[in-house]
């Protein structure tokens, strides 16, 4: 695999992780500002914390990292530690802690960051650490704020009450006519990457992983194709349906994705405090993986496996290389994919077709998170860095993988080699997936 990153000047990372935690925090600043205080400190749904403390964590984050580890510095509000400590408290006790207000809040965030800024100014980029090597501390904690910004997205979406957020539509796109899956070819194909310079450690390191041909749909599955499974009574037939996902089904009542609820004969949907119809042609959006992968066996196919979705969206054939991203090296633009809150819902099935992989596989990046088969487990020669609680205390059939982003996702967070992980159950996520099949090799 060809490794673009490795040629880039001191300068221009510096420039790109400035231009990534000012992204960040404009983000973050919209999505605190648009409410007012008492849905800033309630808490929407146990699932989630309370917007506030996402707010002060993401600070307290870019203390410990930045001001801290990097920049040798004494702790500005020790005593804070431990409430901004995600795994000291689970989400449903953070409203019962003594959390800073809004207004301290913000103001700590703001400090913190005044003083990073300064600090990335005079931080050599080589010849340090592992941790200021190429800026990665710098790019750690721009994603780190980016993930934190999508989790109080998914917050804004679960949050009863009027519209508060706004966002124009994807463009149209005519309907999709191209053919429904891809051939992917077997045999070898780099996985995970040892050269990206922010990569984050579960994407580590590069390794050659076989793979035998298969077929992997062209788009994401959409609501008209979602819908034809539920009117076939895919909720109501366990055939479709591991044990463990025919139980939690019926023991939640759950009869469609989340958010959707029939009326006049019609399906509808609420997303951020709009109720709609929901939209045929748009990929299918809050399915859990226990509802992908049922609906998968209802169509007769799997989901992909990890792997398979990698090197669909990665790998180059005629250039026998896997690539940064399914249309090549370059950093995402707006023509590629649906990424970064541009839009606060996904493009419809089959759009962006300059971000198309070299076989035609449309919409790897950006618009929804995929589900894939695989459980989250390290790659071989994995390595925990800089912390073990990042991705090592996850590892494990508990978690499933899921990979491409969605339209909550920032670029600087979003990749062919990224990995997400969740529980099987969980459909507050921005959450879709696409389905393969197995096949023999063809000429």
């Given at each position: 695999?060809?490794?673009?990153?490795?040629?880039?000047?001191?300068?221009?990372?510096?420039?790109?992780?400035?231009?990534?935690?000012?992204?960040?925090?404009?983000?973050?600043?919209?999505?605190?500002?648009?409410?007012?205080?008492?849905?800033?400190?309630?808490?929407?749904?146990?699932?989630?914390?309370?917007?506030?403390?996402?707010?002060?964590h993401?600070?307290?984050?870019?203390?410990?990292?930045?001001?801290?580890n990097?920049?040798?510095?004494?702790?500005?509000?020790?005593?804070?530690?431990?409430?901004?400590?995600?795994?000291?408290?689970?989400?449903?006790?953070?409203?019962?802690?003594?959390?800073l207000?809004?207004?301290?809040?913000?103001?700590?965030?703001?400090?913190?960051?005044?003083?990073?800024?300064?600090?990335?100014?005079?931080?050599?980029?080589?010849?340090?650490?592992?941790?200021?090597?190429?800026?990665?501390?710098?790019g750690?904690?721009?994603?780190?704020?980016?993930?934190?910004?999508?989790?109080?997205?998914?917050?804004?979406?679960?949050?009863?009450?009027?519209?508060?957020?706004?966002?124009?539509?994807?463009?149209?796109?005519?309907?999709?006519?191209?053919?429904?899956?891809v051939?992917?070819?077997?045999?070898?194909?780099?996985?995970?990457?040892?050269?990206?310079?922010?990569?984050?450690?579960?994407?580590?390191?590069?390794?050659?992983?076989?793979?035998?041909?298969?077929?992997?749909?062209?788009?994401?599955?959409?609501?008209?194709?979602?819908?034809?499974?539920?009117?076939d009574?895919?909720?109501?037939?366990?055939?479709?349906?591991?044990?463990?996902?025919?139980?939690?089904?019926?023991?939640?009542?759950?009869?469609a994705?989340?958010?959707?609820?029939?009326?006049?004969?019609?399906?509808?949907?609420?997303?951020?405090?709009?109720?709609?119809?929901?939209?045929?042609?748009?990929?299918?959006?809050?399915?859990?993986?226990?509802?992908?992968?049922?609906?998968?066996?209802?169509?007769?196919?799997?989901?992909?496996t990890?792997?398979?979705?990698?090197?669909?969206?990665?790998?180059?054939?005629?250039?026998?290389?896997?690539?940064?991203?399914p249309?090549?090296?370059?950093?995402?633009?707006?023509?590629?994919?649906?990424?970064?809150?541009?839009?606060?819902r996904?493009?419809?099935?089959?759009?962006?077709?300059?971000?198309?992989?070299?076989?035609?596989?449309?919409?790897?990046?950006?618009?929804?998170?995929?589900?894939?088969?695989?459980?989250?487990?390290?790659?071989?020669?994995?390595?925990?860095?800089?912390?073990?609680?990042?991705?090592?205390?996850?590892?494990?059939?508990?978690?499933?993988?899921?990979?491409?982003?969605?339209?909550?996702?920032?670029?600087?967070a979003?990749?062919?080699?990224?990995?997400?992980?969740?529980?099987?159950?969980?459909?507050?996520?921005?959450?879709?997936?696409?389905?393969?099949?197995?096949?023999?090799?063809?000429?």
């Amino acid at each position: 695999m060809t490794a673009p990153e490795t040629d880039i000047d001191i300068e221009t990372l510096r420039d790109r992780a400035l231009k990534s935690l000012i992204t960040a925090r404009d983000r973050t600043t919209l999505l605190t500002s648009c409410v007012e205080e008492p849905d800033l400190t309630a808490q929407h749904s146990p699932l989630m914390s309370p917007l506030v403390w996402d707010l002060a964590h993401i600070g307290n984050q870019e203390e410990l990292w930045l001001l801290r580890n990097v920049g040798g510095r004494e702790a500005m509000r020790p005593e804070i530690d431990s409430l901004y400590d995600a795994f000291e408290h689970p989400r449903s006790e953070r409203p019962t802690l003594p959390l800073l207000p809004p207004a301290e809040a913000r103001r700590y965030a703001a400090e913190v960051r005044g003083r990073a800024l300064d600090l990335l100014e005079g931080s050599a980029f080589s010849g340090g650490t592992r941790l200021t090597e190429a800026g990665f501390a710098f790019g750690m904690i721009a994603q780190h704020e980016q993930q934190h910004d999508e989790t109080m997205l998914i917050t804004h979406q679960l949050r009863k009450g009027p519209q508060a957020l706004t966002a124009p539509d994807p463009d149209p796109a005519p309907p999709f006519t191209g053919p429904a899956e891809v051939l992917v070819p077997g045999g070898p194909f780099t996985m995970g990457t040892s050269t990206e310079p922010w990569a984050l450690d579960n994407e580590r390191p590069a390794h050659r992983r076989e793979v035998a041909p298969y077929w992997i749909d062209t788009t994401p599955v959409t609501n008209g194709q979602y819908l034809a499974f539920i009117e076939d009574g895919g909720y109501e037939n366990e055939r479709w349906w591991t044990p463990d996902g025919w139980a939690h089904i019926r023991q939640h009542s759950i009869v469609a994705p989340h958010f959707w609820h029939r009326e006049g004969g019609q399906w509808l949907r609420r997303r951020f405090g709009v109720t709609e119809v929901v939209p045929p042609e748009e990929p299918v959006l809050h399915v859990s993986w226990y509802e992908a992968d049922a609906y998968a066996r209802w169509a007769g196919r799997r989901l992909p496996t990890e792997a398979e979705w990698e090197k669909a969206a990665r790998h180059h054939p005629g250039e026998n290389r896997s690539r940064r991203y399914p249309w090549g090296d370059a950093e995402p633009a707006p023509a590629h994919a649906n990424l970064g809150q541009r839009h606060l819902r996904p493009a419809p099935a089959g759009s962006y077709p300059e971000g198309e992989s070299p076989l035609g596989v449309r919409q790897l990046i950006g618009d929804v998170w995929e589900w894939t088969s695989s459980d989250f487990l390290p790659y071989p020669g994995f390595s925990a860095f800089p912390y073990k609680e990042y991705s090592e205390v996850f590892f494990g059939p508990e978690y499933k993988v899921l990979r491409g982003g969605s339209f909550a996702v920032d670029p600087v967070a979003c990749r062919g080699t990224f990995r997400n992980w969740d529980y099987p159950i969980r459909r507050q996520i921005f959450s879709g997936f696409r389905t393969a099949r197995s096949a023999a090799e063809t000429a």
